[in-house]
């Protein structure tokens, strides 16, 4: 096996300067397989209608398009990838199945990196294993096809690494500049890839000797501010704050690392489900503990704080946590953040296989691979620290899959020389040494599988949840119905099921099942999501006056929820008490500065007052210009400013709607 492996290192050094014709078909399939995983996939109704995560980066690409400013303070979360969003918005309009097909180029560039990064590092067929792993294995590949931000970030993050490993062989300026770069547009991509910095700024210093190792190092760090630089700058002139790129650090953290965390869920306790709303209401939680309007900087402090005192109180429930959360990042199942990945992967597309190279497999090869690889540790070593510092800054947060993700193709590097080794003992009928690479591979895949919590909630559960929350934002009740029907027939079932199922009969007019469902949620789970909905109940069977008792006893009995004033306004305004309505909108919005329901019926409310509603109608227009895809709604704001403002002379401003208007009916028309 020495020979084997000697001879390994004869190839790599004659591969340095060589692409394989094979790795660039590699390359080919892994775009294909994502073409197709796109066009499976536009069956999902997803496809059109994103959620979460991936609906912010839409919400913030459709304001780059439109020439706004999605945040006007520091930003919350790293813009590149939804800047990347935002240029192929204006370039193709929004044709989500274009972005997708698009990134496929990305996903495509992936697969190359990696298998180039594994050609430099071992060899030509590690090359070409690890690119096809890549290529192949169903997790990469289905991110790779969502508006999520690992799309763009594994690239880069693939080239950083290999133009940074490449300043051992080739210490000059230019490349240590270069490498720094691209470490600085992958920390305005996802700035935990700052965890790097210390390591690498030695390391790269010590590629070179004496002033010639500071000089390199100190290039690698000015290319890695440059890109950090204008979103610092811009961050304290808009607002008003030093932030070095975004200000979600502190929310994240808490998220992960608070008395009811399982680890996995990102929701801040307390909190309402939409990403704009749990925002907010994470806001407006800090705030209140505070006793005073806070910065983003000043939310992120305080939540910061937060976890500081969970663990100096209960050091040890905070490690059990960790402990917790380090068992799900090693852990077989990929668990979701927004849609439910097994689920939706599979569900689609009959060439994804939730069973081919699971994370357990990769985790297993690709140890083995890193201890056989073990004697350039010093040479490579930001290969060999990446996955373990890239983890603990995972589990330092909270654990899902595309959290995890960065760390495939690094491990696709090292499995694919752990798998070729094992396959060279045994075609060379060594049966210890086979035994003695192939044995604790499989062992660690079969301890990833064991330790995998048994809690969890099934797969099936979750995506047919997800489904049935889709058929409600078409409009599809009765299809809704179906899926959340499917959802509670598991033994193990998300409250959130039966929220939706009771949400859908409400919708089909099947009020007394609604309530029967909503009441059990309040009685028996205290659920209190399910308030507002018990609001609706009252509401849509006219009962006005109910859902107005009904709903100053849920203010009197806890804090105020934007859901129940909402649903109080809307009473309220259909009582015809428009002043009471006007004053208990205005209340919403200070608590969810971004309710476009209640901006709208706000609106509404002064012009049945005979009221100044200009700026109103203002903040509605402009909420559901970055929120909402509700055409009627966002036409009828817009058209009222351009109204009002014309009325009084204000023919700057006026035009100012008017422009947006335009633009909103061209986008309508083109989509």
């Known amino acids: 096996m020495r020979d084997a492996d000697q001879g390994n290192g004869d190839k790599r050094a004659r591969d340095q300067g060589r692409i394989p014709r094979a790795l660039i078909g590699i390359a080919v399939l892994g775009v294909l397989l994502r073409v197709a995983h796109v066009l499976f996939g536009e069956a999902s109704p997803y496809a059109q209608v994103p959620i979460m995560d991936a609906r912010y980066h839409l919400d913030w690409a459709r304001a780059f398009a439109l020439g706004q400013e999605i945040h006007t303070e520091a930003y919350f979360r790293a813009p590149l990838y939804p800047w990347f969003l935002g240029v192929l918005n204006s370039v193709f309009g929004e044709n989500l199945l274009v972005w997708r097909l698009v990134q496929c180029l990305l996903g495509g560039a992936t697969v190359f990196l990696t298998g180039l990064l594994a050609l430099r590092i071992f060899g030509r067929a590690q090359g070409n294993l690890a690119a096809l792993i890549m290529a192949v294995a169903w997790v990469p590949l289905h991110f790779d096809t969502q508006l999520l931000i690992p799309v763009l970030f594994l690239p880069l993050v693939l080239g950083a690494l290999i133009t940074t490993l490449g300043l051992h062989q080739r210490p000059d300026g230019r490349s240590a500049l270069w490498s720094g770069v691209l470490w600085g547009l992958a920390t305005i991509t996802r700035p935990n890839v700052l965890l790097f910095a210390p390591v690498f700024f030695f390391w790269v210093r010590g590629r070179a000797k004496g002033r010639a190792g500071w000089m390199l190092a100190l290039l690698f760090s000015i290319g890695w501010i440059l890109p950090v630089l204008p979103i610092t700058v811009r961050n304290r002139v808009v607002g008003g704050e030093w932030t070095l790129v975004a200000t979600q650090a502190g929310v994240n953290l808490w998220i992960g690392n608070n008395p009811q965390s399982d680890g996995s869920t990102a929701i801040v306790p307390g909190t309402r489900a939409g990403w704009w709303e749990g925002s907010e209401d994470a806001r407006r939680q800090a705030e209140v503990a505070e006793g005073e309007s806070l910065t983003p900087g000043g939310v992120s402090a305080h939540y910061m704080g937060r976890v500081l005192d969970w663990m100096k109180q209960d050091p040890g429930a905070f490690l059990r946590h960790l402990g917790t959360k380090t068992r799900l990042f090693l852990s077989s199942r990929e668990l979701g953040n927004n849609l439910e990945p097994t689920f939706f992967a599979t569900h689609y597309d009959p060439l994804a296989n939730s069973w081919l190279l699971p994370f357990g497999a990769l985790l297993g090869f690709g140890l083995v691979g890193a201890f056989l690889g073990r004697k350039r540790m010093r040479e490579q070593l930001p290969l060999f620290v990446f996955v373990p510092l890239y983890g603990a800054g995972v589990v330092a947060f909270f654990m899902c899959s595309r959290f995890r993700l960065p760390v495939w ?49 099934p797969s099936e559960s979750i995506g047919e949840m997800q489904l049935g929350d889709a058929a409600m934002g078409l409009g599809q009740h009765g299809l809704a119905a179906e899926h959340y029907s499917r959802a509670t027939a ?20 099947r009020m007394d099942q609604a309530q029967v469902i909503l009441d059990e949620l309040l009685q028996h789970q205290g659920f209190p999501e399910a308030r507002e909905d018990r609001l609706r109940v009252e509401f849509k069977a006219g009962r006005y006056s109910n859902a107005v008792a009904l709903a100053q006893e849920y203010l009197d009995t806890g804090a105020p929820e934007p859901g129940v004033l909402y649903q ?38 002064l012009d049945e007052l005979q009221e100044d509603s200009l700026e109103a109608w203002a903040l509605a227009a402009d909420l559901y210009l970055s929120t909402s895809s509700e055409a009627a709604f966002v036409e009828q704001a817009l058209s009222r400013a351009v109204e ?14 008017a422009a947006k208007l335009r633009r909103w009916m061209a986008r309508q028309q083109s989509n």
């Open 568 to 605: 109080l306004g809307r009473a309220r305004f259909a009582q015809k008490d428009f002043r009471g309505a006007e004053v208990t909108l205005s209340r919403v919005l200070q608590l969810d500065r971004r309710h476009v329901g209640a901006a709208f019926v706000r609106a509404r409310s």
């Open 409 to 457: 193709p690094v491990m696709a590097v090292f499995a694919s020389h752990g798998m070729l080794l094992g396959v060279c003992a045994i075609k060379g009928e060594q049966v210890r040494r086979a035994a003695g690479l192939l044995l604790p591979a499989f062992g660690i895949w079969a301890l990833s599988v064991w330790i995998t919590p048994s809690n969890l909630l």
């Open 644 to 657: 009002l403002t014309r009325a009084r002379g204000q023919q700057q401003r006026a035009e100012h709607y």
């Open 490 to 509: 598991h033994e193990r079932v998300s409250p959130h099921a039966r929220l939706g199922l009771a949400r859908a009969f409400l919708e089909l007019g």
